[in-house]
């Protein structure tokens, strides 16, 4: 990492440098049409040190004493981020990410972002009722779905009966006005595909009741992505406040890992950070041996 010019000392910012190292392994995208680079099979390492990987300089001004801030968007997959030991190595948020809306205290963006962009695609319907803790399902068609491709089961339905049926033994209620739609995610590996039939490699977490409608989905990922071995640092406020501003829900946010598969993050310390990690749209994703400290925030 020092070959790129990365500072160790935490006087100067190693922004560029990271970013240009990421350039090479084909794991940052200028623009849209760059490709991804799913098999980096690299280990980006950070010798002991400090790394500042964002700060006052990196936030651009737009009038009103107020800013914009970017995360450094990392797409790809088969690599890790190590650092030396917790106690040994930081990335450090020297100044806040500034929220693209203010007024929506959540928006600012995280320093490191490692996601797939694309989202996912429906293949078929499920057509049959499989219970909890079964393997498969039966569709209407399965596409070009075959064994070791990781999809994704999904229900979206607003039928009052099936929100009254997820509330039971309770009722909606006064201004209970959320909850109008029920939402389920469930990401399998496929173990075969026979016919209609496809068999997963672990079982239903839910109960897959065909009239809500269920349907099979195609999932783009990134897999074998690993954060280990370091420490992210931030400057959260003094005293936090829940939802009293932006600076004390999200300022300070330092990793996001995106639609990502058979990935992990361990033995790594938060210290004064608004939110530790976000594990989001992803399967079979570890984090253990994790520690949060210094100054609150608003989550893990």
């Known amino acids: 990492m020092l070959d790129y010019g990365l500072d160790p000392t935490g ?13 090479t392994l084909k794991l940052y995208r200028e623009v849209s049409s760059d490709p991804a680079n799913p098999t980096a099979n690299a280990i980006i390492y950070f010798p002991e040190g400090k790394y500042v990987l964002h700060n006052e300089e990196d936030n651009t ?23 030396a030991g917790r106690d040994k190595t930081q990335l450090i948020m020297d100044s806040e990410n500034w929220p693209s809306n203010p007024a929506n205290m959540w928006t600012s963006p995280m320093m490191l972002n490692i996601k797939h962009n694309s989202g996912t695609t429906k293949i ?29 089961l999904k229900l979206e339905d607003s039928s009052p009966e099936l929100v009254a049926q997820e509330l039971a033994p309770y009722e909606v209620e006064g201004n209970m006005e959320d909850i109008n739609t029920i939402h389920i995610e469930d990401y399998h590996q496929v173990k075969s595909v026979s016919g209609n039939t496809v068999t997963f ?56 890992m995106m639609r990502l598969t058979n990935s992990w993050i361990r033995r790594v310390d938060f210290e004064s950070v608004s939110e530790a990690v976000s594990i989001v749209s992803s399967a079979n994703c570890s984090a253990y041996d994790i520690r949060i400290t210094g100054k609150r925030g608003h989550s893990a």
């Open 61 to 83: 001004p737009v009038g009103d004493g107020t800013y914009t801030s970017s995360d450094i968007i990392i797409q790809g997959g088969n690599f890790v981020i190590k650092g």
């Open 124 to 152: 078929s319907e499920v057509t049959a009722d499989s219970p909890a803790g079964s393997f498969s399902v039966e569709v209407g068609g399965t596409g070009s779905v075959k064994a070791g491709d990781w999809v994704l």
């Open 201 to 256: 490699y672990e079982p239903l977490l839910y109960a897959v009741e065909a009239k809500w409608n269920w349907t099979l989905n195609q999932y783009k990922y990134y897999e074998n992505v690993g954060v280990e071995d370091l420490m992210f640092v931030g400057h959260a406020k003094d005293h936090f406040g829940h939802h009293l501003d932006w600076r004390d829900d999200g300022a300070y946010k330092p990793l996001n």
């Open 11 to 23: 006087e100067t910012s190693s922004r560029k440098a990271f970013i240009a190292l990421l350039k």
